[in-house]
């Protein structure tokens, strides 16, 4: 499912407990900033054969699973 693979992917670089990402969960409570941003993006676009911008990625999580299904069709 997209939103657990991109929760251990978030979780890798924010230090981030798995458990504690949700749909919900913004990237600023989890300490995320434009380097660690650029990084989620990077193993994303390996992970989903896709290709985003940083200005795709929205807010929370949820966000973000959105853009990758949108970039997927």
Known sequence: MTIDKIKTIIA???GEDEANITAETTFEELG???L???EVLMD???????T???A???KTVGDLVRAIEEAQK
Not at 45 to 50: A, L, M
């Open 44 to 50: 994303i676009e390996d992970e989903f054969g896709v």
């Open 36 to 38: 660690t941003t650029v």
């Open 32 to 34: 995320v900033d434009s």
């Open 56 to 58: 795709q990625v929205g």
């Open 52 to 54: 985003l911008e940083a």
């Open 12 to 14: 890798d670089h924010s």
